[in-house]
């Protein structure tokens, strides 16, 4: 993924320790140091501190951008094919924000400039800033956390935006604790560079971010052809399945940010028509919008996988309330648990398998399992309702409180379940103190 930034300045790119030559179409890039203008004599904070949720006033919104401007010509006719392919954020200069809201978009602004911030902080058709790509080494964290807060302020309910390269461990908590980014953003792309570690990069994204308090996006590849590095425009017979299954499991970690790397493959030159690959874009990009805008306004809690696990994954502790259980011999399910801001609980089930359906057993235990037998259980029922993909309503689903229910997951996608418990009942706690109202 490409900034601002001058051609023909080349540039290594560090990936997980190592350093990596680009993509063949990233190659001409200079370090985000010089595009922010950072010094790199800058010295790391403490890489084990954890940092405060950023004081932004930026708004949990679900939001799918692509990366780049298509080369289509003429920008009413770019801004539209946008639009209607399903993208919500798009680049834009400020000369287009007006034809950028009358199709119903927002609009990052490539700036580093706070002062351009603060003169567009009133016009409610800019989403973000961008201010550059996979910073790197640590040392310049610190600048970006300054030019962060610098944004933050001149445009306090806009997004100023950096995307992470893929690498953990030690360099993103130093990232977390220095630059304490308002949104956090990453890159790994699975059917490209390997599936061995992509649930490995979520999980310690995901914990990155909810340690912070702030959202999460990820970016995924159009075109899942791992041959694309060196010319092949092939799409894969199941692209669309394979993409499918990036974001549906992304989404079960909590990402709410949906980053297509680039728009140079969902679109066509001149006219703007969709590419075989641009095609099953824009029809995930209609399909889970509903969604992701109901998980958007959701905190992440767990996230467990049944057998076989992937690497770093965790499988479903026993007393956790609830269970999923896949089928024998299958590639496996994933769940999210979230909870709403009224504390009612949601479970995203998706299908880690992109090949076959798959039918899961949804358990619901009691909540409160393990409580020592002398304490009065509580008494308590549990109603389930299933987000319709389609329309974004909430529909019941046929349950028993002691028992759950199953549902297919067809290949590579999920499901949105909202749970509501009721006590019936609530439990007695003999011989403990009853503590004094404050």
């Known amino acids: 993924m490409t900034g601002v930034i001058p051609a023909g300045i080349p540039q290594a790119r560090a990936y997980d320790g190592a350093m990596r030559t680009a993509l063949p179409f990233i190659r001409h890039l200079c370090p985000l140091a010089l595009i922010l203008g950072l010094s790199p004599g800058l010295a790391p904070g403490a890489l084990e501190a954890q940092a405060p949720p950023s004081a932004s006033g930026i708004p949990r919104d ?21 639009a209607d392919a399903g993208f919500t954020v798009v680049d834009a200069a400020p000369g287009e924000l007006d034809v950028v809201g ?15 911030a603060a003169r567009l902080s009133a016009n409610g058709t800019v989403w973000g800033y961008h201010l550059g790509d996979e910073p790197f080494p640590e040392a ?14 001149a445009a306090p309910r806009q997004v100023p935006f950096v995307n992470m390269l893929s690498t953990t461990g030690e360099f993103l908590r130093a990232y977390m604790a220095d630059a304490r980014p308002p949104l956090l953003s990453f890159d790994y792309y699975q059917w490209w560079w390997g599936s061995d570690r992509y ?34 425009q092939a799409r894969l017979p199941d692209n669309d399945r394979r993409l499918r299954h990036s974001i549906y499991t992304a989404l079960a970690y909590g990402v709410t940010g949906v980053e297509w790397f680039h ?54 502790p026993k007393e956790h309330w609830v269970q999923v259980i896949g089928e024998e011999g299958r590639a ?21 398998d992109y090949r076959d359906a798959q039918t899961v057993v949804v358990k619901l235990q009691s909540k409160w399992l393990g409580i020592a037998p ?65």
């Open 332 to 352: 496996g399910a994933v769940l999210g648990m979230f909870r709403d801001s009224q504390g009612r609980d949601y479970a995203m089930v998706a299908n880690r």
């Open 374 to 438: 002398w304490y009065t259980p509580k008494q308590y029922k549990y109603a389930v309702d299933r987000l319709d993909r389609a329309t974004g309503q909430w529909t019941a689903v046929a349950s028993s409180s002691s028992v759950g229910f199953s549902y297919v997951l067809p290949p590579a996608e999920g499901e949105l379940f909202r749970i509501t418990t009721t006590v019936t009942q609530d439990g007695k706690a003999e011989g403990w103190p009853v503590l004094p109202k404050p």
């Open 263 to 316: 728009a140079d493959m969902v679109f066509s030159p001149g006219g703007g028509a969709l590419t075989p690959a641009g095609r099953d874009v824009a029809a995930i990009n209609e399909e889970i919008r509903p969604l992701g805008q109901a998980l958007a306004g959701l905190s992440s809690i767990d996230v467990f996988h049944t057998a076989p696990l992937p690497a770093g994954t965790r499988s479903f």
């Open 140 to 153: 310049v964290f610190r600048g970006i956390g300054e030019r962060f807060r610098a944004f933050e302020q």
């Open 199 to 232: 649930f490995e990069k979520l999980e310690q994204f995901r914990e990155a971010a909810v340690r912070a308090g702030v959202p999460l996006a990820a970016c995924f590849e159009v075109s899942a052809n791992p041959g694309i590095e060196w010319g092949d």
């Open 62 to 82: 679900f939001w799918i951008y692509a990366w780049r401007a298509p080369k289509i010509d003429g920008t009413e006719a770019r801004l539209k094919a946008m």
């Open 102 to 116: 009358r199709h119903g978009l927002k609009a990052m602004v490539r700036t580093t400039d706070p002062a351009d």
